[in-house]
């Protein structure tokens, strides 16, 4: 059961344009949402994150959108560097602890 | 702060043989968390440390995985009789629930490969 979805595995952008990555959650109770971005050969880097009750947050070129009522979040990087190329996951937590990760989206910034 | 450490980094072993990886987290954060990673997916949760006490396993971790934090400092996840399933990144994270936020902070991991 896959709680946590992220459907494009792959999204090509150009170097200043947006990106925008999605991830679609099917558990109501989540209420604590992270994103985060890997290189290969290392481990996840936190980007940002956001808490149920909010409905947007913003750290620089990183925005974070959610939509409960959709259950759906959205990563929207602004302008886009070649630098961003990365596979970037969206995760859910209950503050339990855990994260629940989605497969990812791998970005790829052309110059 | 040299943040959350793993050894060994990579890890080739024959079937059947056991395999210990070792967790070093961020110093101030109490909770310790491994999670392993296939190709092409995400994440998955074994199992999380709050101190020295494992509140939580996940099905995943079948009776050959055991891990430990016996101080509440450092972790170890041993896997006893590898398969070659086991194959994948083992990742350990580290966070503190008590400032409010959630985010966890990754090791570089363990890539395990078994033969």
């Known amino acids: 059961d896959q709680q946590v979805k992220q459907n494009s595995p792959s999204l090509s952008v150009q170097e200043g344009r947006i990106s925008i990555l999605n991830c679609d959650y099917t558990n109501s109770m989540f209420d604590y949402f992270l994103w985060y971005k890997k290189y290969p050969a290392e481990g996840p880097t936190f980007l940002i994150s956001?808490?149920?009750?909010?409905d947007k947050n913003e750290d620089g070129r990183f925005t974070v959108f959610l939509n409960k009522s959709a259950k759906h979040l959205s990563l929207h990087i602004v302008p886009s560097q070649p630098g961003d190329s990365a596979v970037y996951f969206c995760a859910a937590t209950l503050k339990s602890g855990k994260l629940i990760f989605g497969q990812g989206t791998e970005l790829s910034v052309k110059p | 702060d040299t943040g959350v450490s793993q050894d060994p980094r990579h890890k080739i072993t024959k079937r059947g043989q056991n395999v210990t990886f070792r967790c070093d987290p961020i110093s101030e954060h109490n909770r310790l968390y491994w999670y392993r990673q296939t190709l092409g997916q995400g994440p998955e949760f074994l199992t999380y440390f709050q101190n020295e006490a494992q509140l939580e396993k996940s099905r995943l971790l079948s009776d050959r995985f055991s891990a430990e934090r016996p101080k509440g400092s450092f972790s170890t996840l041993e896997i006893q009789r590898t398969e070659q399933g086991d194959s994948a990144m083992y990742l350990c994270?580290?966070?503190?629930?008590?400032?409010?936020?959630?985010?966890?902070?990754f090791g570089p991991g363990t890539r395990l490969t078994v033969l």
């Open positions: 956001i808490s149920s009750i909010k």
């Open positions: 994270a580290s966070s503190s629930p008590g400032t409010g936020t959630y985010e966890q902070f």
